[in-house]
């Protein structure tokens, strides 16, 4: 839920923006950048929480016209797929042919947009001809008709796959109890929003909407590795509100 309402506040300062530049952009863009980042570090890169996430993210590079960032953000994710996420057993280290398949497709349109690669060509050639030679996507029907960079052309169409398009429909769905905005999770038990206990996976989604400290090494905030080794959690109602506004 928490990831939810953090994806809708993404979406809105996006919206309030007139111009790729706008102050209401760059915050989308800098919330996005730090929602993904604490995604990655607790569930790993390639779960699908956080794939989500980057989509959006690439999204909304696109919107701002960063498409090396946009690039970048496919780059990343295919080649944890081709090299393994990391030695975490606990996160995943593969994703399903057809959502690597969309990966592949928006990487490619990354570099119809931006007329180039962000890096050496041969970079992509090899990162793109170890995907699709991978026993496990070689011969899986999403990945039929795949093809090279080498045969990439720039004069190929933009279909505008991976461009940012609002949602008709606003509303945040959890994952056990799907819904519109309005009908109340058994967990709140008062109009106060009376959570008194919360799972340590919540408490962790809680501390999402932090910025950026510049360290690669530990996550945004410094309470996040306690709440991760912590079983259960208490979090005064006035603080979950106060923390997911942010």
Not at 107 to 127: F, G, N, P, T
Not at 134 to 146: E, L, Q, S
Request: net charge neutral; charged share 30%; proline share 3%.
């Amino acid at each position: 839920m928490i990831i939810s309402i953090g994806k809708r506040l993404v979406q809105a300062r996006l919206l309030d923006g007139q111009s790729q530049n706008d102050r209401h952009v760059q915050k989308a863009i800098s919330l996005c950048e730090a929602i993904c980042y604490n995604l990655c570090r607790v569930y790993g890169s390639l779960d699908p929480k956080a794939l989500d996430m980057s989509e959006l993210l690439s999204q909304i590079y696109t919107h701002a016209k960063h498409y090396k960032d946009a690039m970048r953000v496919h780059e990343d994710i295919l080649r944890l797929v081709v090299d393994g996420d990391d030695d975490d057993d606990r996160t995943l280290d593969t994703m399903e042919a057809s959502r690597a398949r969309k990966h592949l497709d928006l990487l490619k349109h990354a570099y119809l947009r931006l007329k180039d690669w962000d890096k050496e060509a041969s970079i992509y050639q090899v990162l793109v001809n170890q995907l699709i030679n991978m026993p496990v996507y070689k011969n899986d029907p999403a990945f039929k008709g795949v093809q090279g960079t080498s045969k990439w052309s720039l004069k190929d169409k933009d279909t505008g796959m991976g461009a940012f398009m609002a949602d008709i429909r606003w509303e945040f769905v959890d994952s056990k109890h799907e819904g519109e905005l309005g009908i109340v999770h058994p967990a709140v038990k008062n109009h106060r929003l009376g959570m008194r206990r919360i799972s340590s996976n919540l408490s962790m989604n809680a501390q999402l909407f932090g910025n950026r400290d510049g360290n690669e090494d530990r996550p945004l905030s410094p309470h996040l590795d306690i709440l991760i080794k912590a079983p259960e959690v208490r979090i005064e109602p006035r603080k979950v509100a106060e923390v997911t506004l942010i």
